[in-house]
């Protein structure tokens, strides 16, 4: 009788182990990126509700989820739940740098006001002001103090990425807020410099970026300043086939107006990755 009862305890065992294996414990920081993802709000309330939130951390990388897909009310109820809204990993940087790359001004304003620094880095360590994409966006970080000189790891700054996407209210908010015009990044490259390029990722139009090059100029832009390449702004203006803010370069520093003549040989040349990276 002993016997039967440790093989029907025996049977028990196995049969729960069977049972658990085919419905296992779901991981609940995978259950809540799926839910964020998913924009399902009430599943979300549900979850802070029954507290299956099992960390700061996992409710952190939630939040930056909600940033980069866009859904501010993921966003308030994270940020009302313990989200870290200064979290920061060198996958995703910080959720307010991933909401200034995005462009999304209003959950910007939502993570300033949850105590988010203005200064916060994104994956590479490149500060917010760096990645903000639109004249609103940078409004919302210099109210809040956001220091407009502070670099990436290579010296590029804010006035840098905003000359190279061409986006002229952005360039103009920067210089009437004391950016330097002149500002070098680590391989001597300028603003107007990096306006010069020919950024892939860029939208803006030839005409945008004249537009741009005459906001630097009326700032104190100098001309003719070159990098560590040897190069100036001219010259990948002509080599970049820029021909109509190259030939109003020269006219500017009284050089002969620029030819449709071939492009510079690219050896030496300092070129601009999708990333807005210089390399060499």
């Known amino acids: 009788m002993v016997l039967a009862c440790r093989w029907v305890v025996i049977g028990l065992a196995v049969l729960g182990g069977a049972i658990q294996q085919k419905n296992p414990k779901p991981s609940t920081a995978h259950d809540l990126d799926s839910i964020v993802r998913s924009m399902k709000h009430a599943e979300l309330e549900t979850a802070f509700l029954s507290k299956q939130i099992p960390s700061v951390e996992d409710c952190s990388r939630a939040l930056v989820i909600a ?65 903000a994409r639109s004249a609103g966006t940078m409004q919302l970080l210099i109210a809040a103090g956001a220091n407009l000189e502070r670099a990436c790891p290579d010296g590029q700054r804010a006035i840098h990425a905003a000359c190279s996407s061409g986006n002229p209210a952005l360039v103009s908010l920067l210089v009437e807020h004391h950016a330097d015009p002149n500002a070098k990044d680590h391989h001597g490259n300028t603003p107007l410099i990096y306006l010069c390029f020919n950024d892939p990722d860029a939208l803006a139009t030839e005409t945008f970026r004249i537009k741009v090059f005459r906001i630097l100029k009326r700032s104190g832009a100098k001309l003719d300043l070159r990098n560590s390449a040897g190069l100036a702004a001219i010259d990948y203006a ?24 071939a492009p510079l040989p690219r050896t030496g040349m300092w070129r601009l990755t999708p990333t807005t990276r210089l390399a060499a």
Do not use: M
Request: hydrophobic residues 40%.
């Open 238 to 261: 002509r080599s970049n086939r820029l021909f109509r803010l190259a030939a109003e370069l020269a006219r500017s520093i009284k050089d002969q107006p620029a030819k449709d003549g």
């Open 67 to 131: 940033v980069s897909i866009g859904d501010p009310r993921a966003v308030k109820l994270l940020l009302a739940h313990n989200a870290n809204a200064n979290y920061w990993s060198s996958r995703t940087g910080s959720p307010l740098a991933a909401a200034c790359f995005a462009d999304r001004p209003s959950i910007v304003s939502l993570l300033l006001n949850a105590g988010s620094s203005p200064n916060s880095l994104g994956p590479s360590k490149c500060p917010a002001v760096c990645a």
